[in-house]
């Protein structure tokens, strides 16, 4: 028995695998394509093609779902077509044992996502965010179309580029009193954290008065901020990006800001039940080759695989920004379509017996 079960999970882990392949490496083309669009001397094919290598675990850890439900449809698909599923059911291999020898390779390769997108694809997403930046800035004075933005209160401060290890680029502040009127602006080169506070130095300062305005210049400046490296490299990325641990920090970071978190929170949920996300679409992919898609060619199976990847896709897409607007938990708009899959693929593995 153990035989079998290693020879329904070699199956199935190899065909998601062989899609997992395929999707990132047209993924990864059409970046290519559109990277090029910003080609220049300064951001070389050379950069281009470290920034891709470095985005690479971020797209690898955004297909695994759906590469697991095309590759189940895909490897079981193949033992359902040479009647080799039928043969092990009939020498008294049940669906539950097939089931099972699905899912031990699953639980592996949604730990692996896990880490993935904890401790990897988080660290090279920012890595390759921040190369992007300085390189299309050419190396001096950061232009203000590269960058994020950040509110502390009443101060409104923009970063062009951050690096790991708590380094910072052409960082613009602007204060703002009770009445909204701008009473101080800033913009220092570079900063650098050390000891609990920002370093940061070239700075240039302009206070706005009562019919006056006065300008100075320092060689360096302490700055003391709510934002520190952790949570900059959190904001630096999108909130899908981001690790588990940093999102649920800056959403209490932003809650304790009194700014709306909800879109973090979302992602929160999303990284954080995505091992069950994937069960649930290998769940589907099993019940539909013991039912629907028990007979039709392997490119049928292969549509379908796409077409519920996509519709579980959209149904959490649509679901998110509905939990902010109608006012119910972020948790239950990423749960929700998870335990659909469940229930609709309980249901029809129940059908077929």
């Avoid at 059409?30 to 990277?35: I, K, M, T, V």
């Avoid at 985005?55 to 033992?79: A, D, H, K, N, Q």
């Avoid at 149904?315 to 998110?320: I, S, V």
Wanted: proline fraction near 4%.
């Amino acid at each position: 028995m153990m035989k079998l079960e290693w020879y329904i999970a070699r199956h199935v882990i190899g065909a998601i695998f062989a899609v997992l392949l395929v999707v990132v490496g047209l993924d990864l083309v059409s970046a290519l394509l559109d990277q090029l669009d910003d080609l220049n001397e300064h951001y070389t094919f050379g950069a281009i093609l470290e920034y891709l290598l470095l985005t690479t675990p971020r797209r690898i850890y955004e297909f695994i779902p759906l590469s697991s439900l095309v590759g189940c449809l895909i490897g079981l698909g193949m033992l359902a077509t040479h009647s080799e599923l039928t043969v092990m059911r009939a020498a008294g291999f049940s669906t539950r044992r097939i089931l099972l020898a699905v899912f031990k390779p699953v639980v592996v390769l949604a730990v692996f996502a896990l880490i993935l997108g904890q401790f990897i694809a988080p660290y090279t997403e920012q890595r390759a965010q921040s190369l992007k930046a300085l390189a299309q800035a050419g190396g001096g004075a950061l232009s203000s179309r590269y960058g994020i933005w950040h509110r502390e209160d009443r101060l409104f401060i923009h970063i062009n580029a951050v690096e790991p290890g708590g380094v910072i680029h052409g960082v613009t502040r602007y204060r703002f009193d009770e009445s909204r009127q701008l009473v101080h602006s800033s913009y220092a080169r570079i900063g650098r954290y050390e000891e609990g506070q920002w370093q940061l130095r070239d700075v240039n300062t302009t206070e706005f008065g009562e019919g006056l305005i006065r300008t100075r210049q320092q060689a360096q400046e302490s700055w003391q901020s709510g934002l520190n490296p952790d949570l900059l490299s959190v904001i630096v990325v999108e909130p899908v990006d981001l690790p588990i641990s940093g999102l649920w920090s800056y959403s209490s970071y932003l809650q304790a800001q009194g700014v709306n978190a909800d879109t973090y929170l979302l992602a929160f949920w999303t990284k954080l039940l995505q091992p069950l996300a994937i069960m649930a679409l290998v769940l589907i992919g099993v019940s539909f080759i013991f039912g629907p898609l028990r007979s039709v060619t392997i490119g049928q199976r292969v549509i379908a695989g796409v077409v519920f990847g996509l519709m579980f896709k959209f149904a959490q897409d649509l679901l998110g920004p509905a939990s902010t607007v109608f006012g119910f938990p972020p948790f239950i708009a990423v749960l929700l379509p998870v335990l659909l899959c469940v229930l609709a693929g309980g249901w029809l593995l129940r059908r077929a017996g």
